[in-house]
């Protein structure tokens, strides 16, 4: 297993590795840029787990946002020390497509097809296995933790909740919608919305896959194929709201601390969401803050860094776009891009100043941000053998600094690396 330091090889503007050998063991691959084959390695892995609408965006890999680089690389002037090590593989029972990861209490969860694998963190074992109530659930494309309690979306249009049990055994409480929503809605014509010709569902239901979910405060947001954005209680599970967000399938979402939400779409698009609260009915509105437009293909994955108002997203144009919030402004304006990616941006996952983005090249970068606003590639983590689909990541690992950061990939592996980087990143002088 192989980690390549990107601190002799990067450039300010490009890119470029090479390897001698054999394809025995995962090694440092050649970066480049064959469409046709992109095209084709992601719509015969992915077909699952990503949306028809986000692959036919390939289709323009080739063109590249009209962004400026953030990317800055000078050598002598960097300060710091940087050590990247593989630890393990994870097992797990059936290994089928690491859709995606998320760390809550220790625990890593890790979607596979249609079931949730729990791992220790600490010492990496596996401790529970869970899937829906019936095999026709379909895979399972988020998970998110709210009021104690895990929330998981899935393929058949639905979230489930769960609870773990003394025994850390995972029992389900429910589906959403439930029954009891349901019954309230279901008499009254006005609550069903018209979903393709000659059919309605209730206004509250997803009528396609759900794939991501995010929570803030009491409240999870859910998106989905569908195009809609909905947002569901976690008090009694009941949704209160419902918005068509998007032209196109929705693949991403993510919250900030103060309770803005972000919708990344195949339409290209990222939405800014703000609520309002209605006086008379005492309850919270979602309005269209911005709507931010620079990426040339399918937007798949957003990272927030809150604490400098930053937002990432990557997306099918291998790029990823860094937005930055204007002074005294309720918008973001995008600063620049990261490139260095050879095929599509799958995930994105920030810790501190620090961003990891996984693609469908099969590799793992990963980024610091300088002092003075400008971004370095500090090493590539590779030895997957198909894309990276997810990432998930805790401060601290086994040797009690840096970034313990797992990386989940369509060949079913989740591979587990340890980052330490020590110093500080000066400015170019």
């Known amino acids: 297993m192989k980690v390549r330091s990107w601190l002799s090889t990067c450039s300010s503007t490009t890119c470029i590795a090479t390897s001698g050998g054999g394809p025995t063991t995962p090694s440092a691959k050649p970066l480049h840029s064959d469409t046709s084959s992109d095209i084709q390695s992601l719509s015969s892995t992915s077909s699952q787990d990503t949306s028809s609408s986000s692959l036919q965006s390939n289709l323009s890999l080739l063109t590249l946002p009209s962004v400026p680089s953030l990317q800055k690389f000078s050598p002598e002037n960097l300060n710091l020390s940087i050590s990247t090590h593989f630890l393990t593989t994870l097992k797990h029972r059936r290994p089928v497509h690491i859709n995606f990861m998320a760390v809550n209490d220790n625990l890593l969860y890790a979607a596979s097809g249609n079931e949730i694998n729990v791992f220790e963190i600490i010492n990496n074992s596996l401790i529970d296995t869970f899937s829906g109530d019936n095999i026709s659930s379909g895979a399972v494309k988020s998970v998110a933790f709210c009021d104690g309690k895990i929330f998981t979306a899935h393929q058949d249009c639905k979230i489930r909740v769960w609870k773990l049990t003394i025994h850390k055994k995972h029992k389900l409480i429910t589906s959403l919608p439930t029954l009891e929503d349901r019954f309230r809605k279901f008499i009254l014509p006005q609550n069903y919305v018209k979903v393709r010709r000659h059919k309605k569902k209730l206004w509250i239901e997803h009528h ?36 068509t967000a998007h032209d196109d399938s929705i693949n991403a979402v993510i919250v900030s601390n103060d309770g803005i939400i972000y919708t990344g779409s195949a339409d290209k698009r990222i939405k800014v969401w703000g609520t309002t609260l209605v006086q008379e009915k005492k309850e919270k509105k979602i309005h269209l803050i911005a709507t931010l437009e620079k990426h040339k293909s399918a937007v798949n994955a957003l990272a927030l860094n809150s604490a400098r108002n930053i937002l990432f997203s990557g997306a099918c144009d291998r790029s990823i776009l860094v937005w930055e919030r204007e002074d005294s402004a309720n918008y973001m304006v995008v600063s620049g891009a990261l490139r260095g990616h050879s095929r599509a ?65 369509f060949d079913g592996e989740i591979k587990v690396w340890q980052v330490e980087v020590s110093g500080v990143i000066s400015p170019l002088s």
């Open 208 to 243: 396609d896959a759900v794939s991501g979910l995010a929570v803030y405060k009491n409240s999870v947001s859910s998106i989905s194929w569908d195009k809609s954005l909905k947002i569901w209680r976690g008090s009694d599970f009941r949704c209160a709201e419902s918005i």
């Open 345 to 409: 941006i799958l995930c994105l996952i920030g810790v501190d100043d620090f961003l990891f983005s996984g693609s469908a090249d099969q590799t793992v970068r990963i980024w610091q941000r300088r002092i003075d606003g400008l971004y370095t590639c500090l090493a590539v983590l590779d030895g997957h053998q198909k894309p990276v689909r997810s990432l998930a990541a805790v401060e601290g690992g086994d040797s009690g600094g840096g970034v313990k950061v797992f990386s989940g990939s």
